[in-house]
């Protein structure tokens, strides 16, 4: 397969008309520790269409073109010299991310270490829109948040791809959940676990919300600064969506001038949390297939669903891709990229 063709969704150049559409492209042979994978469907991210927008251009380079997308589920069609964990027909699910491999395609290649078997009792599209919404409401809550039983967290936009997952991740975890959402989804979004849920259009979060541990932030734009004032002192804000921070700059090791510029723009949101004893920070998600399977456990347990807004044929992704930028997906946004996948969801 490696030298052979295959088609991909790629864009071509950064900017407002990044040149997106399908190609044909090839792969090299799996590396020692990768495993080359059919593709089957590809869960779509936010990030996804920032990316070729030029968002993250200076901290998060790739080779262009450059295949979109970055979560998926497949079986492995092949396997490098090293690789122990998996063989030929495993099905699978991986994260792509910050990796030059994207999941928008027939085929790609996937590091080991960033795969888990995919859950037994989800099909290909459930099961792809899992691994980037888990492993970031994962590294957020859990390892980062240190999320305890008893206290209480606030996830806005609770009927998003993160947030209707990081809500059955933080109810799992023993939290208490407030989140934000519109009126038409208040009753769903009660359904996935929220303790709390706030209609944003009459009940502004921060009239409503005090002595909180913790706030996942999910959404882009002004009320990043109005979360310090819901927090209880010693709280935290784990930001998705920036300002990026000096500490993700340091760990992306990120030169001088760049690492300035980040610590500019993260000062304001910095100096209202230090004024209200909270703490700030910027999470960039990473792979990791060892989080993967923890969570595959809960899944394959019943403690966490996934849930999906709509799949679209690999031949519509640039519809798909619309359909989530227009910011009103409840929940994940899937591709199938195997056509027959379509007459069984």
Same mark, same amino acid.
């Given at each position: 397969?490696?030298?052979?063709?295959?088609?991909?969704?790629?864009?071509?150049?950064?900017?407002?008309?990044?040149?997106?559409?399908?190609?044909?492209?090839?792969?090299?042979?799996?590396?020692?520790?990768?495993?080359?994978?059919?593709?089957?469907?590809?869960?779509?991210?936010?990030?996804?269409?920032?990316?070729?927008?030029?968002?993250?251009?200076?901290?998060?380079?790739?080779?262009?073109?450059?295949?979109?997308?970055?979560?998926?589920?497949?079986?492995?069609?092949?396997?490098?010299?090293?690789?122990?964990?998996?063989?030929?027909?495993?099905?699978?699910?991986?994260?792509?991310?910050?990796?030059?491999?994207?999941?928008?395609?027939?085929?790609?290649?996937?590091?080991?270490?960033?795969?888990?078997?995919?859950?037994?009792?989800?099909?290909?599209?459930?099961?792809?829109?899992?691994?980037?919404?888990?492993?970031?409401?994962?590294?957020?809550?859990?390892?980062?948040?240190?999320?305890?039983?008893?206290?209480?967290?606030?996830?806005?936009?609770?009927?998003?791809?993160?947030?209707?997952?990081?809500?059955?991740?933080?109810? *799992?975890?023993?939290?208490?959940?407030? !989140? !934000?959402?519109?009126?038409?989804?208040?009753?769903?979004?009660?359904?996935?676990?929220?303790?709390?849920?706030?209609?944003?259009?009459?009940?502004?979060?921060?009239?409503?919300?005090?002595?909180?541990d913790l706030v996942l932030a999910t959404l882009r734009g002004d009320e990043i600064e109005k979360y310090p004032d819901i927090l209880?002192?010693?709280?935290?804000?784990?930001?998705?969506?920036?300002?990026?921070?000096?500490?993700?700059?340091?760990?992306?090791?990120?030169?001088?001038?760049?690492?300035?510029?980040?610590? *500019?723009?993260?000062?304001?949101?910095?100096?209202?949390?230090?004024?209200?004893?909270?703490?700030?920070?910027?999470?960039?998600?990473?792979?990791?297939?060892?989080?993967?399977?923890?969570?595959?456990?809960?899944?394959?347990?019943?403690?966490?669903?996934?849930?999906?807004?709509?799949?679209?044929?690999?031949?519509?992704?640039?519809?798909?891709?619309?359909?989530?930028?227009?910011?009103?997906?409840?929940?994940?946004?899937?591709?199938?990229?195997?056509?027959?996948?379509?007459?069984?969801?």
């Amino acid at each position: 397969m490696e030298n052979k063709t295959h088609r991909a969704f790629t864009f071509k150049r950064y900017g407002k008309q990044p040149q997106s559409g399908f190609q044909s492209i090839t792969l090299p042979a799996p590396a020692a520790d990768q495993l080359l994978v059919e593709v089957y469907a590809a869960g779509l991210n936010p990030i996804d269409n920032m990316i070729p927008a030029g968002i993250f251009k200076l901290v998060l380079p790739l080779t262009l073109p450059a295949v979109i997308g970055s979560d998926l589920a497949g079986i492995v069609v092949a396997t490098g010299s090293q690789v122990t964990r998996f063989k030929p027909g495993d099905a699978i699910i991986a994260s792509t991310f910050d990796s030059d491999y994207g999941s928008l395609s027939e085929f790609t290649l996937v590091n080991e270490t960033a795969a888990a078997l995919k859950p037994v009792n989800l099909d290909f599209i459930q099961a792809a829109s899992l691994p980037m919404v888990s492993l970031t409401a994962w590294q957020a809550l859990i390892e980062r948040g240190g999320l305890q039983p008893g206290q209480k967290v606030f996830i806005p936009a609770g009927a998003g791809g993160i947030g209707s997952l990081a809500i059955q991740l933080a109810k *799992l975890s023993g939290a208490t959940v407030a !989140t !934000t959402t519109s009126s038409g989804n208040v009753e769903w979004v009660s359904r996935l676990g929220a303790d709390r849920v706030l209609d944003y259009t009459r009940q502004p979060f921060e009239a409503e919300l005090r002595d909180y541990d913790l706030v996942l932030a999910t959404l882009r734009g002004d009320e990043i600064e109005k979360y310090p004032d819901i927090l209880r002192p010693g709280g935290r804000i784990i930001s998705l969506v920036g300002p990026l921070d000096v500490g993700f700059a340091r760990a992306r090791r990120l030169n001088v001038i760049i690492t300035a510029i980040v610590g *500019l723009l993260s000062r304001r949101i910095k100096r209202l949390a230090k004024k209200r004893g909270v703490a700030y920070s910027f999470l960039f998600v990473r792979p990791d297939g060892q989080q993967l399977r923890q969570i595959v456990q809960s899944v394959e347990a019943g403690d966490i669903r996934p849930v999906i807004d709509s799949v679209f044929p690999f031949d519509e992704a640039a519809a798909a891709l619309l359909h989530l930028q227009q910011g009103h997906a409840k929940g994940k946004v899937v591709v199938a990229v195997k056509p027959d996948l379509l007459s069984r969801a």
